[in-house]
């Protein structure tokens, strides 16, 4: 089986991404985590209790006013090791294809990941927090208070990961 | 009290953005709702039952393999038409200046919006889903499976919202 760290495995497929960017992104801090590679990465954020600092730079930190009367936050990030150009991709923990929108895979279009943390401390522009589970160093995207009124659907369901 | 549709109102506080963007995205397709202008928008997604469409681009359609069996979906998307200089704000329908990363404003450095959509039909490119509240024609970045083990917090708590 072909199995290239980065590269692609048997049945995967890639596109030819558009020659221009839409938008831009400002990485507005860094998260700061024990783990150095991606091997040392939990395979998914509820596996560890390690507490992670969010570091926000100094010329977002008066954005954070009232962040610290939230339990919970949305953190937005940048995966920026991953390839953008997958549509169908063979996790290696799962047996059949999946479609790149079907899966939280770093690999996608724009590698923008999503995760719901649990907020320790806030401590100026630095937040401790638990719940992620990226690369030490990884650039932040955007942070969001969690209303469990929209964001929290305790029902929901993945068929194809329930039903594997 | 000043009152400017796209600009400042007082005790607003702006920054001097960088000059250059870190990164890039790609508009992957766009989002069809009912709401032409701001004001029509639902001022947030419980408040309407209205089934929008995301149409996802053809290129990336092979990514949506297994995207039929989730319940219910992560969309982020782009809300191009938002200053991104803000780092207090004072919403509308809130009395108090607020940072941005304690908001759902799409006033924010990286305009990135993520909504938790319920499923109705996927229909090959085109999903139809309820849970949005954005403008029509509002550029699509990615979608993602919700996972409630992970995705769903019901006791999360926003204090300044519910003390208020």
Not at 106 to 115: L, M, Q, Y
Request: aromatic share 8%; hydrophobic share 40%.
């Amino acid at each position: 089986m072909a199995e290239d760290l980065y590269g692609i495995r048997d049945g995967e497929v890639a596109i030819e991404l558009p020659d221009a960017f839409d938008a831009g992104l400002y990485f507005i801090g860094r998260i700061h985590t024990p783990w150095k590679t991606r091997d040392e990465c939990p395979k998914n954020a509820r596996e560890s209790e390690a507490v992670c600092t969010i570091e926000v730079d100094p010329r977002y930190a008066g954005a954070l006013k009232g962040v610290e009367t939230c339990s919970h936050l949305l953190v937005l990030y940048w995966m920026d090791r991953a390839r953008r150009d997958l549509v169908l991709q063979s996790p290696r923990h799962y047996q059949e294809h999946r479609g790149t929108f079907a899966l939280r895979s770093p690999v996608r279009p724009n590698p923008i990941a999503a995760s719901v943390v649990r907020l320790v401390k806030a401590d100026g522009p630095r937040l401790s927090v638990v719940g992620l589970d990226c690369l030490d160093g990884t650039p932040l995207l955007d942070l969001k208070p969690y209303f469990a009124s929209t964001d929290a659907v305790p029902d929901a369901v993945v068929g194809w990961h329930t039903n594997r």
